[in-house]
């Protein structure tokens, strides 16, 4: 206490004085200048409240408490929301369809190791498991779970736009909703999309970013991806410094692959992936039962290596229809020197454009509420789906897969990220179910839902509409992120 009072007080009174001492060095008047600033920001710190995540309703922004596992057969590392673990239910690998334990560890003696879930054990005490005795000091092994993170939210607006993230406070704790619809507006869900007023909301690319859940991704060595041409054994001559070189008439292709319902210590590796159109279902939630739902909107987002003077076409399936899209690179010395003014005609699936779109460095397609989202760094369009009146020469698969074909030039990809749309059920977690699909949101309420649609209790289906008194602050983009 003597020390901590010296430093605070007597100090910063010391060295005040200096300041008006002519006979003191520069560097001693200036220390004084420094030390009672440091004192007077030092009382002026952050004593904003943080809150620590008790769930994963807001995944995967922000995942809350969570299992850490491993992929017995590739060594992937994998994660499963704690509220969501069902010992009795196997947990696979995603990216390869393998089994995985979890990491656990001894109290005792600290000796670490995998867990089978069978053996999984729960705690009176929240978020504790144990299983088998430790082989080194025989105490029981504890299943070991990262917390979920902290967030420290802003005070509230004057007004909330949609898709916000508010803090709210629900009995005798916090938790974090999403805004999709504003006061007195009426809302309904319908096959996974909402609805405001009667109309099927348009989101922008910017929001589909924000809500999306991330699917598969070029370079990580994720299955499902293949390259037809001169790499088409799947060797990777090509392949520099994670960058993939295509040249005119190579393509790269990827097709949603998802575990199979298979016994995996019975069947060959072969058989643990199966091909599938996309779904809500997400390697997060696998320790609950619901049934996955079909899920029509994602995105395939593409960075380019430079320089980007290929002409390449992105071919996908969306709701039965392909849809194609021709990007051409512009190098720094050919910027300028294009026409970028667009012609269209129509075709079966979309109002597509005849000229191709340009691009530098990245490429976005996005096939959104029914709309075909067509963005680059240097362009943007918006074109209207419609279903086709026609017969499909070529009818695309029930299967989601998507098609990078070089046709002229040189291109070289460092990355290609696939996502999905958030698809919106009726139905509440678990055994609790809602018939109710549409809503009337009062003044001053709003109707709030979680990113983690499957595990969330929100405006659906028991939390009701969230009153403007209820809310404490929001909370900004920039504190995504996991653990």
Excluded at 4 to 26: C, G, H, M, N, T
């Amino acid at each position: 206490m003597h020390l901590l009072r010296r430093w605070l007080i007597d100090v910063p009174l010391i060295r005040a004085s200096q300041l008006f001492d002519k006979s003191s060095s520069l560097p001693t008047r200036i220390l004084p200048i420094a030390t009672l600033l440091s004192v007077f920001l030092a009382g002026c710190g952050d004593n904003s409240p943080r809150y620590q995540l008790l769930s994963s309703s807001m995944a995967p922004g922000l995942i809350g408490p969570t299992a850490l596992g491993q992929c017995l057969n590739c060594g992937t590392e994998q994660t499963l929301a704690l509220e969501t673990l069902r010992p009795e239910f196997p947990v696979r690998c995603f990216g390869c369809g393998g089994k995985c334990w979890f990491r656990g560890f001894c109290r005792n003696c600290d000796h670490q190791c995998l867990l089978d879930p069978k053996t999984l054990v729960p705690q009176l005490s929240a978020n504790t498991f144990r299983s088998e005795a430790c082989p080194q000091c025989q105490l029981n092994l504890e299943l070991r779970v990262s917390p979920g993170r902290q967030v420290k939210p802003e005070p509230k607006p004057a007004k909330f736009a949609r898709f916000d993230r508010i803090v709210l406070e629900n009995a005798d704790r916090h938790e974090i909703k999403r805004i999709w619809a504003l006061p007195g507006e009426s809302v309904s869900i319908e096959d996974g999309d909402v609805w405001v007023n009667g109309e099927l909301y348009p989101k922008s690319l910017a929001e589909f970013r924000a809500l999306s859940v991330p699917v598969n991704h070029w370079g990580d060595g994720s299955k499902g991806w293949s390259v037809e041409g001169s790499l088409a054994d799947g060797s990777s001559t090509a392949e520099t410094n994670d960058v993939l070189e295509l040249t005119a008439g190579e393509a790269l292709r990827w097709q949603y692959l998802k575990p199979a319902p298979v016994d995996v210590e019975s069947v060959d590796t072969s058989q643990w992936l199966t091909p599938s159109h996309l779904d809500d279902d997400w390697l997060h939630n696998q320790g609950i039962s619901y049934r996955p739902a079909r899920v029509h909107d994602y995105a395939v987002e593409m960075v380019f290596e430079p320089p980007f003077e290929g002409l390449i076409r992105l071919r996908c399936n969306y709701r039965g229809q392909w849809i194609e899209w021709d990007v051409q690179g512009v190098s720094n010395t050919q910027k300028g020197t294009h026409d970028t003014t667009p012609s269209s005609k129509n075709s079966r699936a979309a109002e597509q454009q005849v000229s191709p779109m340009l691009a530098e460095g990245r490429a976005t397609l996005a096939c959104v509420d029914r709309r075909i989202l067509q963005h680059t760094d240097m362009e943007q369009r918006v074109l209207h789906w419609r279903a086709s009146q026609e017969t499909e020469p070529h009818f695309p698969p029930a299967f989601t897969q998507v098609e990078i074909r070089c046709l002229s030039g040189r291109t070289r990809l460092r990355s290609v990220q696939i996502h999905r749309d958030i698809h919106l059920r009726t139905d509440a977690p678990e055994t609790l179910r809602s018939p109710v699909s549409s809503w009337k949101v009062p003044l001053h309420s709003y109707f709030v839902l979680g990113d983690n649609i499957p595990v969330s209790i929100d405006s659906r289906n028991g939390l009701g509409m969230v009153s403007w008194d209820l809310i404490v602050g929001s909370l900004p983009a920039d504190q995504d992120g996991g653990q």
